[in-house]
């Protein structure tokens, strides 16, 4: 794996994640207090935001990944760009002590898994900014090789191909969810075993929609070795994502269609994307 730093100068360009990319004012889930106590903060004291094209980054200062990634997707002007060459960049505007980098993934069966995906935010006359911009240690976490992620990366595809989204135009965040028993390994990396995602949109009929969604393993196998088993994935309502990783997606779940079934916590396993109740 090669390694680069861009020069900061660089960024100067980067607008990061829209809050009003769909008409309606979707803000960072991160409370203040939450930042103050778990965020990295700019090394110009700028913020927490790591601003790239199309997409952000808010960084924990515990875990040395993110807490939470934000895109806008454009699906009626996303290009098919190739994936580059194998090198992947620090980011200069953080101290490299908040990043995990190669010495992580390095004579392992650990990928570096994209937690925006690489072509979601390449579109626009950034494109082939943000096609590179998705190659920062500040955008991966550690994932098994074998981790099946097929339902998982294919949920934006789903969305912006099979339902009526207004525009074309979708909001993705996703993270980790951090537990104090999750794996450490080589001494000083805590991997997760679960991530999470929520996606919202405008459909044509104006209404916004939101929808979370889980990938996770109960039975967490902590020797590397090995296949870590089975990942599924779960649509889950909102409320249950702020209460695993108390960040507050504010009224976002008044737009979920799990969040207002009767019967206590619903969660469905997603199979395949038809699953997925919009």
Same mark, same amino acid.
């Given at each position: ?25 979707? &803000? ?25 094209? *199309? ?15 934000? !895109?806008? +997707? ?13 090198? @992947?960049?620090?980011?200069?505007? +953080?101290? =490299? ?6 010495? %992580?993934?390095?004579?392992? /069966? ?21 096609? /590179? ?5 500040? *955008? ?5 090789? #074998?981790?099946?992620?097929?339902? @998982? ?8 191909? #099979?339902?009526?989204?207004?525009? %074309? =135009? ?5 993270? &980790?969810? $951090? ?10 990396? =805590? ?13 044509? #009929? ?21 296949? $870590?088993? /089975?990942? =599924? ?14 960040? #507050? ?15 206590? /916590? !619903? ?9 997925? +109740?919009?």
């Amino acid at each position: 794996m090669n390694t680069e730093e861009m020069p900061i100068n660089s960024y100067s360009d980067r607008l990061g994640y829209d809050t009003k990319f769909l008409d309606y004012p979707i &803000p960072f889930p991160m409370t203040s207090e939450r930042l103050a106590q778990e965020a990295v903060q700019l090394n110009d004291l700028s913020g927490y935001e790591l601003k790239y094209s *199309n997409f952000s980054v808010v960084m924990s200062k515990s875990r040395n990944i993110a807490i939470v990634t934000a !895109v806008n +997707i454009d699906g009626s002007n996303l290009e098919d760009l190739p994936r580059k060459k194998d090198v @992947w960049y620090f980011d200069p505007r +953080i101290d =490299k002590k908040y990043q995990y980098g190669p010495e %992580l993934y390095s004579n392992n /069966e650990l990928d570096r898994g994209h937690l925006v995906r690489r072509l979601d935010p390449v579109w626009g006359p950034l494109a082939i900014t943000a096609n /590179e911009d998705t190659f920062h240690f500040t *955008n991966c976490s550690p994932q098994h090789k #074998n981790l099946n992620q097929r339902t @998982w990366l294919d949920l934006e595809d789903y969305v912006l191909k #099979n339902t009526d989204v207004n525009d %074309l =135009k979708v909001t993705v965040f996703t993270g &980790p969810i $951090f537990r104090i028993d999750d794996m450490v390994y080589r001494g000083k990396f =805590k991997i997760p075993a679960e991530f999470w995602k929520v996606v919202v949109m405008r459909k044509k #009929n104006n209404e916004i929609s939101a929808t979370a969604y889980m990938q996770t393993q109960k039975n967490f196998i902590t020797n590397l070795e090995f296949a $870590f088993g /089975e990942y =599924k994935t779960y649509q889950v309502p909102i409320p249950k994502i702020e209460s695993l990783t108390n960040l #507050n997606f504010d009224k976002l779940s008044s737009f979920d269609p799990l969040s207002g079934l009767e019967g206590g /916590e !619903v969660s469905r396993v997603i199979e395949n994307p038809n699953d997925i +109740i919009i």
